[in-house]
């Protein structure tokens, strides 16, 4: 049986905008139905906007729409029971005074100890003067604990993000702080510490004597959608690669942590992050997409998004290779890719193993017989492929290749959205699947070469697996992307 959190208030800024109503909402309000955490928090939606309670309660309502007819009068209980809004107006001290007073009023009246979360749901610019505002009103402390939760992008490059650390540190200690990537939460990426450090099979293959290359593909199909104005401002290499893709590398990669803590995990994943070799020019191809076509269906190029400047150089498309200059790693390439636009939405981790010895059969017949290839889905589908070598029924020695299937959702079914984890987290005051600050500043610094220096931008047509370069890449290196389907 999980433990239950403490009684809190969840305050969230941004509670009227779209990561709210898509992630945070659906989230609570699971936990309220399914978890340890019913009743446990009360929620205060902030916003600019003017709203009365039962107008934000709407919203909530109207963010919930989906759940069916049968958890209207739940819902409309829990809105009415557990959630209040408040308008943080022009952000000014006196609109943070009020917020202050507000929280005060709705502790005492739901007989709270002062256990608080502050969500900040903004956009990066609108980041540090909340945290400010914060802490200038006496916010970030209270008799109970305060936690603050930020969601990436931490920062736009090196500079950006240590003067965000930097401020929030003036603040708030390192141990209130929790930097959500939520690629974290997603149950595969979790049960990559499982499967690494709860079998007696893979950990010792884990590393240079047994492994070839190890492969990370994030894949979309979808463009930028409607979010053209930021993405211009992000681009591939800083919305995917810098966060989510070098998290879950450092996740497969790490030693095994002294504990099933924060700063256990912590400690690993930056041994990780500061080890991968610096990245050359030679090392990286940058995409953009063009127009084309999926599945019948005419697509746009990036330039004519809306949003988006029609001579803009942002990349939609990354692929990169480096190394890992450890005990364990020394010598293994590792290649990651992600882009939008891309033939299907589908992230996995692909680890080839070295060939046998094939010495014992005969040399025609095992001609091009590969390692054993061991894919692990993040999504969707998820769950892992081994394959491996059989003999062909019939006469004489022929070799197949085959793969042996496990799928979550055929062995537990549904599996919880990574924000209902995250944010249980949050309550339990849990930091294993969250990024510490140093993390964020060492994982600037692997990708600044790639976004300081001069970058050769390679359009491909939307629909393809990216530009031609990025398979090039590979084929310097003898080998080749593993084919997704
Ligand atoms: C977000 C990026 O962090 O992750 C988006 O800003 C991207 O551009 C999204 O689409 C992908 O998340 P998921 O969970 O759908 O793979």
Redesign the pocket.
């Known amino acids: 049986m999980s433990p239950v959190p403490e009684r809190h208030l969840l305050v969230i800024f941004g509670a009227t905008g779209d990561l709210s109503h898509r992630k945070l909402i659906p989230a609570l309000w699971e936990l309220h139905k399914h978890s340890p955490a019913r009743g446990r928090t009360v929620i205060l939606g902030l916003a600019r906007a003017d709203l009365t309670d039962d107008a934000f309660r709407d919203q909530v309502r109207e963010a919930l729409k989906n759940e069916g007819p049968e958890h209207a009068a739940e819902i409309s209980r829990w809105c009415r029971d557990s959630i209040y809004f408040q308008s943080t107006g022009d952000g000014s001290a006196a609109a943070f005074e009020r917020l202050k007073a507000r929280i005060g009023a709705i502790e005492h009246a739901e007989g709270l100890y002062g256990n608080r979360a502050f969500y900040l749901a903004l956009p990066l610019p609108a980041f540090a003067p909340t945290v400010e505002a914060l802490g200038h009103v006496g916010l970030h402390r209270s008799k109970g604990w305060t936690r603050l939760v930020l969601e990436?992008p931490f920062g736009h490059d090196l500079g950006s993000a240590q003067a965000l650390n930097a401020l929030i540190h003036r603040f708030f200690d390192e141990g209130q702080v929790f930097r959500l990537d939520?690629y974290l939460g997603k149950e595969t990426v979790q049960n990559l510490i499982a499967f690494r450090f709860g079998n007696a099979l893979f950990e010792p293959l884990w590393n240079r004597d047994r492994i070839e290359r190890v492969e990370l593909t994030v894949a979309?199909e979808l463009g930028v959608e409607g979010r053209g104005a930021f993405y211009e401002q992000a681009g591939a290499t800083r919305?995917?690669l810098q966060n989510?893709m070098l998290q879950v590398l450092a996740v497969a990669t790490m030693e095994p942590p002294a504990a099933l803590d924060g700063e256990s995990v912590s400690n690993e994943k930056i041994k990780i992050l500061k080890a991968i070799t610096p990245i050359r020019p030679e090392d990286y191809v940058v995409g953009q997409y063009g127009a084309g076509e999926l599945n019948g269906k005419k697509l746009k190029g990036y330039r004519e998004e809306p949003g988006v400047d029609p001579n803009s150089v942002t990349d939609t498309f990354v692929a990169v290779r480096f190394g890992i200059q450890s005990w364990r790693w020394q010598g293994v390439p590792f290649y990651l890719r992600t882009g939008k636009r891309l033939p299907k939405k589908l992230?996995r981790i692909i680890v080839t193993f070295k060939s046998p010895p094939a010495a014992v059969f005969n040399p025609y017949i095992v001609c091009g017989m590969g390692g054993n290839r061991l894919e692990i889905v993040l999504?969707p589908n998820e769950g892992f492929n081994l394959s491996f070598q059989v003999k062909l029924p019939g006469d004489g020695m022929r070799l197949h290749t085959q793969e042996m299937r496990f799928r979550y959702a055929e062995a537990f079914g549904h599996l919880p959205e990574a924000y209902q984890t995250l944010l249980l987290d949050v309550m339990h005051g849990d930091h294993t699947l969250f990024v510490r600050g140093d993390e964020v500043e060492q994982a600037w610094k692997v990708c600044a070469p790639m976004l300081d220096g001069h970058r050769e931008l390679h359009t491909y047509a939307a629909g393809t697996w990216g530009p031609p370069r990025a398979e090039q890449m590979l084929a310097e290196a003898g080998c080749c992307w593993t084919d997704p389907s």
Request: charged share 40%; aromatic share 0%; net charge negative.
């Open positions: 990436k939520h979309e919305d995917l989510h992230s999504q």
